[in-house]
């Protein structure tokens, strides 16, 4: 059976560490136009999923698709489920996967769109997301580079802003050197049905205590497929991030 996805990308214009950020000009382009035709180059059905009318402007002046959505949206998978709701009405179709790409991510991969993508061959996909293997020291302890372990079926058992596994005996410098440790790539797609699903569900203690969402699904059940990637994109997190790029 092929899957009909739809890619959404949601944006916001208020951020603690970067106002305005979709905004924000990479080599003459909006960043937000930057991931759209990444989004496009791959996707049939790709629109910015945004409650702030300056992002929808900017999203409409190059040509892009934009859905408007309410601003009490606490999560990018929240906007996603209402972005989707609005579309299948106006649309009149329905979706059998959505693909969450972060609107701060202007290099992402192709290749990582269609790893994420195949992963929805098997009928037994519910969420997929990816991960990169962990290969220095600092990117293990950062606290902003959530960990991963998985089990033997390559499913996400835990998140966790630690080093996951503890190695316990072990000097920490060593621990890279014993053990596969892995690092989460924030791209999700979830089944329609599931989206719909998870954002309905009460927030969990788990998710409380990381303060990662993802954990609340596994805490209810949910089966989050993994697939690794030996790619890591730019992101763009704060202003200073933009700067290194200009330097480049």
């Not at 596994?165 to 920490?172: A, I, K, M, T, V």
């Amino acid at each position: 059976m092929t899957n009909k996805f739809l890619a959404l990308i949601p944006a916001r214009y208020g951020s603690t560490r970067f106002p305005g950020k979709p905004l924000a000009m990479i080599e003459n382009k909006p960043m937000i136009q930057h991931v759209y035709e990444k989004a496009t180059g791959f996707f049939e059905y790709v629109y910015v999923a945004t409650d702030d009318e300056r992002i929808q402007k900017s999203v409409e002046h190059f040509g892009g698709r934009v859905v408007m959505t309410k601003d009490s949206h606490q999560s990018g998978t929240d906007r996603c489920a209402e972005a989707l709701h609005k579309l299948e009405k106006q649309l009149g179709t329905f979706f059998d996967v959505v693909v969450n790409i972060q609107g701060d991510e202007p290099f992402i991969d192709p290749v990582q769109l269609k790893l994420i993508s195949e992963s929805f061959r098997s009928e037994k996909t519910e969420i997929a997301t990816l991960v990169k293997k962990i290969d220095c020291q600092t990117d293990l302890f950062d606290i902003n580079k959530p960990k991963v372990i998985l089990n033997k079926n390559l499913e996400a058992i835990y998140f966790s802003r630690t080093p996951i596994p503890y190695y316990r005996n072990l000097e920490e410098h060593k621990w890279l050197k014993h053990h596969k440790y892995y690092k989460h790539i924030g791209l999700y797609a979830y089944r329609a049905d599931v989206l719909k699903q998870i954002t309905k569900l009460d927030q969990s203690s788990l998710e409380v205590a990381e303060s990662l969402e993802q954990l609340r699904w596994i805490e209810h059940g949910y089966r989050i497929a993994v697939r690794e990637t030996d790619i890591e994109n730019i992101s763009i997190d704060t202003p200073s991030d933009l700067q290194k790029i200009d330097k480049k």
